[in-house]
T-cell receptor
Framework: GENVEQHPSTLSVQEGDSAVIKCTYSDSASNYFPWYKQELGKRPQLIIDIRSNVGEKKDQRIAVTLNKTAKHFSLHITETQPEDSAVYFCAASAGNFGNEKLTFGTGTRLTIIP | DVKVTQSSRYLVKRTGEKVFLECVQDMDHENMFWYRQDPGLGLRLIYFSYDVKMKEKGDIPEGYSVSREKKERFSLILESASTNQTSMYLC??????????FGPGTRLTVL
């Protein structure tokens, strides 16, 4: 089955700097890669996703890049703000429609230092 | 706005009890999922369902069963709760080809 590894497990950055979280996956058939943000005591919420026919996707300060050959994808947050502090999870899926069965990474706790 | 609700936010049960966790979604989603979340382990899929009365095992189904009698409701059952099932349980739902939306979670403690 699919295995997703996520690094680092914790990350502290100064407010205004950039943060990068990296994930690798094992199943070359994986075709859908979402990123979820979970604030303390709240449910995970999708912040961005990418499908395997796209190499990069951007949404304001957040971007995701995908390297299918190397089987890794990364989340980039620029101009970080205190409200970016949360746990971030990457995931991968190889289903027919891309969302039937997500395998999650173990999470990265991001702390933004004011 | 998608709404996924879970029957309890906090639950305390004793070892050996039968436990029911319920999840309801109001968006007519075909897919529903149960995960458990433990520190350092991320979210692990227990079971999922892509249609009424259909179910598929996830990565950690041992000790759990599920029921989906109606499209909007997906129940997770612990037949005989054990202390190693103390965890946060998250339900999610999605339509075909769309992202998963999560419920608020149920923190289960088994004493």
């Amino acid at each position: 089955g699919e295995n997703v590894e996520q690094h680092p497990s914790t990350l502290s950055v100064q407010e205004g700097d950039s943060a990068v979280i990296k994930c690798t996956y094992s199943d070359s058939a994986s075709n859908y890669f979402p990123w979820y943000k979970q604030e303390l005591g709240k449910r995970p919420q999708l912040i961005i996703d990418i499908r395997s026919n796209v190499g990069e996707k951007k949404d304001q300060r957040i971007a995701v890049t995908l390297n299918k050959t190397a089987k890794h994808f990364s989340l980039h947050i620029t101009e970080t703000q205190p409200e970016d502090s949360a746990v971030y999870f990457c995931a991968a899926s190889a289903g027919n429609f891309g969302n039937e069965k997500l395998t999650f990474g173990t999470g990265t706790r991001l702390t933004i230092i004011p | 706005d998608v709404k996924v609700t879970q029957s309890s936010r906090y639950l305390v049960k004793r070892t050996g009890e039968k436990v029911f966790l319920e999840c309801v979604q109001d968006m007519d989603h075909e897919n529903m999922f149960w995960y458990r979340q433990d520190p350092g382990l991320g979210l692990r899929l227990i079971y999922f369902s892509y249609d009424v009365k259909m179910k598929e095992k996830g990565d950690i189904p041992e000790g759990y069963s599920v029921s989906r009698e109606k499209k909007e409701r997906f129940s997770l059952i612990l037949e005989s709760a054990s202390t190693n099932q103390t965890s946060m349980y998250l339900c999610a739902s999605s339509s075909i080809g769309d992202t998963q939306y999560f419920g608020p979670g149920t923190r289960l403690t088994v004493l």
